[in-house]
């Protein structure tokens, strides 16, 4: 077959493939191009998940009659100078009206600020009509009718309607936390109606909207980030340790304003709590990085999801870096979560009155009752004989009411043989030990709060902080091998890992050059004990090329300390005096991180006096 060049709709139904994936993929470039016009209000409506109807209609500076047939040609934009270098707006590849009226039934619809009248223009799987007048508001209307019609095979791959009217709710959502000023309203048959209401500029602005988006309990769980480094501005909230979800779907990350799913990126939020979470739960964040365009290549792919930075080892440790430093300082500090989940354990369920049985039926006294009734107590008047009537005096007198009294009760102190606790104990984070419960438990008593403790998850916590500052302070002991390890790597491996060596070395992994494609190790670290060299290296070279960092042998270290401080630390069933449970709340209270333990379970719990109260019905 000879070459040919290809139609102007064929090749945009090819572009589509790559820029319109699925309904929510259209939502986000319109919903960009609304953002782009500055647009202060943003409407949009969907029906059958999308495939059937998207309407986005804004306020924004429109576009003029004699430019709407450039708005739908492809590579046509008014956002992009000459310098691809240079890119500050949310859209800039001029692909996607043209993508989308290529596969769906397209109709564009404008009146700039000015305008006596608007103007519309059709396109109908690629085949183009208008433009005309037509009767519009000041902004412009987007609607996409009967999406993929064109491409039949691609709708083969969509999924339920369901599906896809939730991955446009997380476009939307994902967009509006980057533009806090901007309202949007998200409608239609197919979902509840969205309405995320304009929150100002600034940093409040900011984390009004997060709250909007995430929940009114994150901002009460969430620690601020702000940190720069070599021009690299880094923002935004992280939740703290004992707040989680079980997938990363609320992790949101943001680039110059634009939001992004960057493996780098996640791979930074996964290694900064590595040490603080369970394997299969995952931190809340929502981040913000502000650097020079020039330094980020955002046209990496067509759906502008990916980017690249000049300097991925600085964002890295940035992000890293940052969230460990406001974890460090945040102090000891329990997810709000963990109270709603304890009175939730702790309510009683609904009462049940269809007893059967003559007990229930209050028509007799257990046995063991009348064994044990005190002196003076008539049973004969009991309910299971027929009642007669009974004077006040000979009720409530004294000599009757005496045959109940046991003496006077002992206080919840004086009964667990404890003394006074010193007032400044009290005003502590953790309070001040009262008991231990169950041989693993330790209650303690702030001023208006209860707290539980988990001794062994507490003091493992502890004693891993512990041996990771002794790791952090001194080299990694090593032992040297009786033969030297010959690892056969690529030549640019090889060259990375001997870049390195003074690094590993410091942890303790001995590495030199041995000839062209090889390296030679000398020493390994003590803690590992016999392990597999050939593995260790090759998995270094693999992250030093991807991330330029050797955490991989420190990922290994700090397994190994985190399993010695799970053997070497206090023990469940172990029973504790008061000035050791006192020491042990005190350690904790100084020690970063130490509401979770080494495998991501919270240390403690604490119970409001509020809670409490609520309860026992008293709020």
Do not use: W
Not at 360 to 375: L, M, Q
Not at 405 to 411: E, F, Q, R
Not at 524 to 553: F, K, N
């Amino acid at each position: 077959m000879p070459i040919r060049q290809l139609s102007e709709t064929v090749i945009n139904q090819i572009a589509a493939g790559e820029v319109i994936e699925r309904p929510a993929s259209v939502v986000k470039e319109l919903v960009e191009n609304a953002l782009d016009a500055g647009a202060s209000h943003i409407e949009i409506a969907t029906s059958g998940g999308g495939l059937t109807l998207i309407r986005v209609t804004d306020d924004g500076s429109g576009i003029p009659e004699n430019e709407l047939p450039l708005a739908i040609g492809r590579h046509c934009t008014s956002k992009l100078s000459d310098d691809i270098h240079d890119i500050r707006s949310l859209g800039f590849r001029g692909e996607a009206l043209p993508s989308i009226g290529s596969v769906g039934r397209l109709t564009l619809r404008s009146r700039p600020p000015g305008a006596s009248e608007g103007a519309e223009i059709r396109v109908d799987g690629g085949k183009i009509a208008g433009p005309r007048p037509a009767a519009a508001n000041r902004g412009t209307l987007v609607e996409v009718r009967d999406l993929f019609f064109a491409t039949p095979a691609r709708l083969k791959f969509m999924k339920g309607e369901r599906a896809e009217a939730s991955a446009i709710s997380d476009v939307v959502k994902r967009i509006a936390i980057a533009f806090p000023a901007v309202r949007f309203t998200l409608s239609g048959p197919d979902r509840t109606t969205l309405d995320l209401p304009a929150t100002g500029d600034g940093a409040n602005g900011q984390k009004a909207r997060i709250a909007q988006v995430l929940g009114f309990d994150f901002p009460e769980n969430a620690l601020s980030i702000e940190a720069m480094r070599e021009g690299v501005s880094l923002t935004g909230q992280v939740s703290i340790p004992s707040y989680t979800r079980a997938n990363a779907l609320q992790q949101y990350a943001y680039v110059n304003g634009r939001p992004v799913r960057d493996k780098l990126i996640a791979g930074a939020i996964r290694g900064a709590f590595a040490d603080v979470l369970p394997r299969d739960r995952h931190a809340v964040t929502a981040l913000f990085l502000a650097l020079d365009p020039a330094t980020v290549d955002v046209n990496v792919h067509p759906a502008k999801a990916d980017v690249r930075f000049r300097d991925p080892g600085l964002i890295r440790g940035l992000i890293i870096g940052s969230i460990r430093e406001v974890l460090a300082a945040s102090g000891i500090r329990p997810a709000t979560t963990g109270a709603a989940a304890m009175m939730s354990a702790f309510r009683p369920g609904p009462t049940s009155y269809g007893h059967a049985g003559p007990a229930n039926g209050h028509r007799s006294f257990h046995a063991g009752f009348r064994a044990a009734a005190p002196a003076g107590f008539d049973l004969s008047h009991s309910p299971s004989r027929p009642l007669e009537p009974v004077s006040a005096e000979r009720a409530f007198g004294e000599a009757v009411q005496a045959a109940f009294d046991t003496g006077p009760l002992a206080s919840a102190d004086a009964r667990a043989g404890a003394t006074a606790v010193a007032p400044e104990l009290l005003s502590m984070p953790l309070g001040a030990a009262r008991a231990q419960v169950h041989q693993n438990y330790i209650v303690a008593q702030t001023e208006d709060s209860l707290v539980i403790v988990d001794q062994h998850a507490a003091h493992e916590r502890l004693v891993y902080e512990a041996l990771k500052q002794a790791l952090a302070s001194r080299p990694v002991p090593s032992q040297m091998l009786l033969l030297p390890e010959i690892v056969d790597l690529p030549e640019d491996d090889a060259e990375r890992l001997a870049m390195h060596s003074e690094t590993l070395k410091r942890f303790g992994l001995g590495v030199e050059r041995f000839g062209p494609g090889a390296v030679a190790v000398r020493e390994t670290p003590s803690m590992l004990g016999e392990t597999d060299v050939q593995a260790l290296v090759r998995d270094l070279a693999d992250e030093i090329a991807e991330h330029d960092t050797t955490d991989t042998l420190k990922e290994r270290l700090d397994a190994i300390a985190a399993t010695m401080a799970c053997h070497g630390s206090v023990r469940s069933g172990r029973q504790l005096k008061a000035d050791e449970m006192n020491a042990l709340l005190r350690q904790m209270e100084a020690t970063p991180g130490s509401g979770t333990c080494n495998h991501g379970r919270p240390t403690y719990i604490e119970l409001k006096l509020a809670d409490i109260e609520r309860l026992f019905g008293r709020r």
